[in-house]
Structures are given as structure tokens and as C-alpha cells.
């Protein structure tokens, strides 16, 4: 399942050494030749080839231009940052605390370049699936022969802000002896008078494109006293341009301009929080911290009118996996407030390691729970007890209506309403749904079920939830941390299977906010068996009480059940009727390129629906017998087609368009037509046809 990068590719690093010392980088940054700053995007302003994310020289940034680079609408995220709960009632570790530090990840998704904007049809992917312990995501990446900034990819965004966690894009200037040039630094900090163009630029992008903040990290040696103030007033000037737009500095250039890595607040890079007004929104500490560093950091922090959680103490992962080096009583001291926040460099290591995507579930779920794969209870005589030890579980469950099919954001083919609608692997974070909060929390007086996202068998997407084992006692699985107000006409839906016909033995678990470890249950009742078959249930009698916690709850009902098997494709709370959005309208084929005499892949857009609120737009093929392939999703009102078939000897191809609402009822489609050349030849090209 190994993601190998091209040996002419530079992935961007820290430095997670002390100065002096060889780099660690030198384990994951082959460097390679630097190219010329006027690099460009790989993409002609062409037809129907593929978009990428984006990425620059500080010079090349200067002559961006929405209107005018033709894969901009493809990067865009349309999903807002949802807020998030998390009650300190319902965290799963006693040892966890709720409101203090916080954490950001370093992901490196992709590598810089040639990283498709909206997912591809390969499954092998780094899905992350914890939101719940992270509060920021930096979308890693950036080299010397690729690009030096990078910008975060729509279907991260979509996911991240649906989870409640911002997103970062990255500045990376590296060491010379990887490529780095000096020129760059100061072709980023070049003035226009009182303006810093490059900064407005920054902003533009991250609001274009709709993510949060930029994540710099300035490893090129060549600076003097008078580059880092500069730098200082760079930011300064970027976050009062646009306060919606956050900037965290990585600790490498100090006040007097070096390269020097501090691995703490201190007074040759503390200018960088307070100038003496506030300067970055935070800071990530290089690895080589010690507990006393960290405490007067934290008392450096305060002095200056600055949170202790500003501050990230960087662990790196990346080259050292579940690292037995770090010292978690530092940061995260046992029964006393942390001590700072946490900053988690290359985590996506777990995928990118692993033999198979079930080793990468196992390898992930050690990371963030414990080797047990239950937050509640991490004991073990290994260092690494999963970061659920020290952080209690957060939510974005805040508002109704809430719709989960378990899907993972990635999988081998794609069911919609159970229906299989396309075979083949594919990934794409913007169709992601909100993960459990509980990764795996079963309470059982016997033997516990194994609960598990399943790629076998789906209602909405790729994946299910499952629940098998032996059922011989009463089993409560806490699934997910809400905040739900229940009204008049408040429903819950269950859309469940089971292998045979009889008894499902499961119950919907629900707790209020009034007594929120107090689960009241709502019987399923049997099943027909071998399909799909949803339950709804009316929720009325609790109007003006708010939902807490929502899990399920199995129990033998008699003598104990052996190879208990079940499972749960969709579980939503709403009000009233499932709402059907207004269909798009306007489906246009942007262009088309041909991939062979038979396929080719297609640039579309649409506009938005008149009315309803949109999830996402499905996207399909109508295929000579009448049945429909789907071709893929998004919150956006661009797709890009990667894959289209000439089926038999057809002469031109509907495609079409469905808004899909956040309640997932469905509105009519919106048509458009590809027209084939006779002959069996490529493509003509793109027709819009009547919608």
C-alpha cells in the first residue's frame, strides 16, 4: 500500500536536529536540481485535463489570477467551518482533558505537484478518519525544484471544515543545501510602498479558495536583523488585511535573521508572537524540547499576553513512527493542565508504511487510541498511548440535520441508497462523512462486538458500519458526541442489514443533555434480511430536550447469539420530510481530453440549485440500456470527470447531474451530452445539451 514518490521529487521538512547537526531532512528530501522560479502549473489553460492543486514561487504567486488559471474553480472548498462541542462529561479517557492544548498536524497528502484537485480513481489513500483530535490540519508540502507554496486541495478543506478543523496551506523556504536560494525569501518580503504584494496575494488565495491560514516555516540561511523584521511586519501587515486569514510561524529564523533553531519561546524568536503587538497566531516548536523549555515557555507565552496553547510542541512522527522518544509529561502533565499545545509532523506515516489498507486502519487506530483501538482505556507498558489519552473528543455535530453512511471517504466501488453505481477504487475526502467520535467504545458485561468500518458493503458511498462478533450480553457502542436539539417533528433514521430474515437484536441508544452517560433505547425490530431496510423513528416525545450522545445498543434477547453480524448504512436526525434541493441547472461541458479511442475525461460545470440545502452534487453517466455509472461527487459547481467510457457503438453520452441535500434527498437531474466521432475515433469534444 506504500506511496512511492519520485526520486526527482523534494518533500518539504523541518529541520528536527539540533543546528549544527546533519538534517534530518536528509532521510526524506532527496533534493534534486532547483528550477527556475517562472515554473507554472503543469496544466495548459487547456480543455478537459486534469486540474492539480496549486503551487508557487513567490514571484509566480504575484501573477496568479482566478479569472485566468483554469483549474482555480477546482481548488475551491465550499463547505464553511462548522463549530464544534466538546463536553468534558463525555470524553472516553479519564486521563483526557477538554478546552486546553490543542493540536495540528503536518499531513503531506501528495507530493507538491501533479496532486488532483478532487480525487482520484485509486482507493489507496492516506482518509484520515480522527478529526475528532486535531483542531488544525497544515496541508504539508513544497519544495525547491516544485514550488515553495502550497495550497491545500478542496477535498481536504470540504472534509476538515465538516469536522470543525481548519486548514493551512504552506511557505516553505528550504536549507540552501536542499535547493533553498535566498532570492526567494526576499522576493516574498519585497515592498510596493507601504504594501507587502505577495502577503495580499496569501490572503487572496486563502479566501479564493476557502481554507484558513498559511503555516511558514523559513529554513534559508542568508537572513539578517533586518530580514526578520521585515518577516515580522510581513505578517503584521497580512493579518491586518484580512483578520479572517491566520498565519503560524515554525521555529527556525530567529530575531537576528539566522537559522536557529530555539526548540522553545525564548528571547531571540519571541518578537515572533509580539512585536510588542501581536505578530503570528502562533508558533511551532521545533522537536528538541525539554520539559523546563516548555515551562518557561509557557511563562514567556503569559508574559507576553499570549495563550500557552498557541504554542505547538513539535513531535515528529514522519522519521521516528510512534515515537518512544517523546515525553509526554512535559506537554500533557498527568492531573494538571497541559502544558502547551501539541504540533504532529508527517502522522500520515501509518499509510504510507502500511502492506494493505487493513494494516493501515490497525497502524492508524494505534496512533490516535491506543494499541486496544478503544480511547477509553489506553493503559499499556508501551510509551505510545495514543494522543486519546491526554485529548478529550470533539464534535461538530451541532446542528441538525446530521446524516452519516459511514463512508470513509475512499473505497473500491460506490453505492447510492444501496445500490451498487459503480465498481472500481476511488478516493475523495468531500464525500467523507463525519466519523464516530468513539473509536471503538463498547460497554458490555460479556464478550464485546467488534465494531469496524466495512469496505464490503455500502448504502451511501464506499463503507458501512459492522458490528459482529458473539452476542451474549447487552453491548452499548458509543458512536458519536452531539449537540441536537429535538423539536416537534425531530425524526432519527436507521438504515440497517442483516444476513437472514428474524431479529435484529438492535436498538438505537440515545442520551440527553440533562443526564448525558444516561442512554434511553429505541427498538429497530426485525429485518426481512439480505437488503436494506431503513427505520424511522419519532422523536416528539423528547422535543425541547437535546441529544448528547447517539450509539446503538445490541443484546441477545435470550439465549447468546453466535456469529452475530450487522450492519449500519445510514443513521440521520432531521426535521419533518427528507427536503429534495432544486436540481442544478446550466450543465456544461468545459472541454474534454481523449485518454484513448474509447475514453476520455471531461471538464464540467453547473449552477447551484435555486433553493434547498446542498451536501453535494452527484455526478453520472446514462448508459445505452437505460441504467446509470456514477462518475463521481462534489460540494462544488465544477467536477472534473477523470474517466469517461464509449459504451458499444454509441454516438454520444448523457451525462447528468443530481443535487444532493444535506438531509440526502435528491433532486431531479440536470442533463448535458459528449457527442463520439463515427468511426470509433476519440472525442469531438463537449455538447451541452437541454436540461
Excluded at 479569472?67 to 472516553?92: E, G, H, Q, W, Y
Excluded at 504510507?352 to 478503544?374: L, Q
Excluded at 441508544?509 to 426485525?526: K, Q
Amino acid at each position: 500500500m506504500r506511496r512511492l514518490l519520485s526520486a526527482a521529487v523534494c518533500c518539504a521538512c523541518l529541520t528536527a536536529i539540533a543546528p549544527g547537526a546533519p538534517s534530518a531532512a536528509a532521510e526524506t528530501d532527496p533534493g534534486g536540481p532547483p528550477v527556475t522560479s517562472s515554473t507554472v502549473s503543469p496544466n495548459p489553460p487547456s480543455t478537459g485535463a486534469q486540474p492539480y492543486a496549486s503551487y508557487w514561487y513567490p514571484d509566480t504567486l504575484l501573477r496568479w489570477d482566478p479569472r485566468t488559471d483554469p483549474d482555480a474553480p477546482f481548488n475551491r472548498s465550499r463547505t464553511p467551518l462548522r463549530p464544534r462541542v466538546s463536553d468534558p462529561a463525555l470524553k472516553a479517557n479519564p486521563n483526557a482533558r477538554a478546552g486546553e492544548g490543542r493540536v495540528v498536524s503536518l499531513v503531506s497528502f501528495a507530493p507538491t505537484s501533479f496532486n488532483p484537485s478532487q480525487g482520484e480513481l485509486d482507493s489507496n489513500y492516506y482518509a484520515f478518519g480522527y478529526w475528532q483530535y486535531i483542531d488544525t490540519l497544515v496541508f504539508w508540502g513544497g519544495s525547491a525544484a516544485e514550488g515553495l507554496i502550497l495550497a491545500p486541495n478542496p477535498t481536504v478543506i470540504d472534509a476538515a471544515h465538516r469536522n470543525g478543523v481548519k486548514v493551512y496551506g504552506t511557505v516553505f523556504f528550504p536549507p540552501a543545501v536542499y535547493g533553498g536560494r535566498f532570492e526567494w525569501v526576499r522576493d516574498l518580503l519585497k515592498r510596493d510602498g507601504s504594501r507587502f504584494p505577495v502577503a495580499d496575494k496569501l490572503n487572496e488565495v486563502a479566501r479564493y479558495y476557502g481554507f484558513d491560514g498559511w503555516f511558514i516555516n523559513q529554513e534559508t540561511e542568508g537572513g539578517d536583523p533586518r530580514t526578520a523584521a521585515d518577516m515580522r511586519e510581513f505578517i503584521k501587515y497580512a493579518r491586518a488585511g484580512d483578520p479572517s486569514v491566520e498565519y503560524m510561524w515554525y521555529d527556525a529564523m530567529t530575531e537576528d535573521g539566522e537559522i536557529d533553531w530555539q526548540n522553545a519561546l525564548t528571547a531571540k524568536n519571541d518578537a515572533f508572537l509580539n512585536d510588542p503587538a501581536p505578530v503570528a497566531n502562533s508558533m511551532f516548536l521545533n522537536f528538541w524540547w525539554t520539559a523546563s523549555g516548555l515551562d518557561a515557555s509557557r511563562a514567556a507565552a503569559r508574559a507576553l499576553g499570549r495563550s500557552e496553547y498557541e504554542l505547538f510542541a513539535g513531535i515528529d512522527t514522519e522519521a521516528n513512527g510512534y515515537n518512544t522518544n517523546v515525553k509526554w509529561d512535559a506537554v500533557f502533565p498527568e492531573g494538571r493542565p497541559h502544558v502547551t499545545s501539541l504540533g504532529i509532523y508527517r502522522p500520515e506515516w501509518t499509510w504510507r508504511g502500511a502492506a494493505d489498507r487493513a494494516d493501515f486502519y490497525a497502524r492508524d487506530s494505534r496512533f490516535w487510541v491506543g494499541e486496544k483501538g478503544d480511547p477509553s482505556d489506553t493503559a499499556t507498558t508501551s510509551p505510545w498511548k495514543g494522543l486519546a489519552t491526554y485529548l478529550a473528543e470533539s464534535s461538530p455535530i451541532t446542528a441538525k440535520p446530521f446524516v452519516t453512511s459511514f463512508n470513509a471517504g475512499h473505497g473500491d466501488f460506490y453505492n447510492v441508497d444501496g445500490r451498487r453505481v459503480r465498481t472500481g477504487g476511488w478516493h475523495n475526502l468531500s464525500l467523507q462523512d463525519v466519523p464516530p467520535t468513539y473509536r471503538w467504545v463498547v460497554n458490555s458485561s460479556g464478550t464485546r462486538l467488534t465494531p469496524s468500518i466495512d469496505f464490503a458493503d455500502a448504502y451511501e458511498g464506499g463503507s458501512s458500519l459492522r458490528l459482529t462478533g458473539r452476542l451474549d450480553a447487552e453491548n452499548t457502542v458509543r458512536l458519536y458526541q452531539t449537540r441536537l436539539r429535538v423539536d416537534r417533528d425531530t425524526k432519527l433514521s436507521v438504515v440497517l442489514k442483516t444476513p437472514s430474515a428474524g431479529p435484529s437484536r438492535l436498538r438505537v441508544a440515545i442520551a440527553f443533555a440533562d443526564s448525558p452517560t444516561v442512554f434511553r433505547t429505541l427498538d429497530l425490530g426485525p429485518t426481512r434480511g439480505g437488503d436494506w431496510e431503513r427505520r424511522t423513528l419519532d422523536l416528539s416525545r423528547y422535543a425541547g430536550r437535546t441529544i448528547a450522545q447517539i450509539g446503538l445498543r445490541a443484546a441477545p434477547g435470550g439465549a447468546p447469539v453466535d456469529g452475530y453480524d450487522v450492519r449500519v448504512g445510514q443513521l440521520a436526525v432531521y426535521d419533518g420530510g427528507v427536503d429534495r434541493p432544486a436540481p442544478p441547472t446550466g450543465v456544461t461541458v468545459l472541454g474534454t481530453a481523449e485518454r484513448s479511442a474509447t475514453q476520455l475525461s471531461l471538464r464540467l460545470s453547473w449552477r447551484p440549485s435555486a433553493h434547498g440545502s446542498v451536501h453535494h452534487y452527484d455526478v453520472y453517466r446514462r448508459n445505452p440500456d437505460g441504467t446509470r455509472t456514477y462518475l463521481g461527487g462534489t460540494p462544488n459547481d465544477v467536477y472534473f470527470v477523470p474517466r469517461l467510457d464509449r459504451v458499444g457503438g454509441e454516438t454520444a453520452t448523457t451525462i447528468e447531474v443530481e443535487a444532493v441535500s444535506t438531509e440526502y434527498g435528491r433532486s431531479p437531474a440536470a442533463r448535458t451530452r459528449v457527442v463520439w466521432p463515427r468511426g470509433g475515433g476519440g472525442p469531438q469534444g463537449g455538447a451541452s445539451g437541454p436540461n
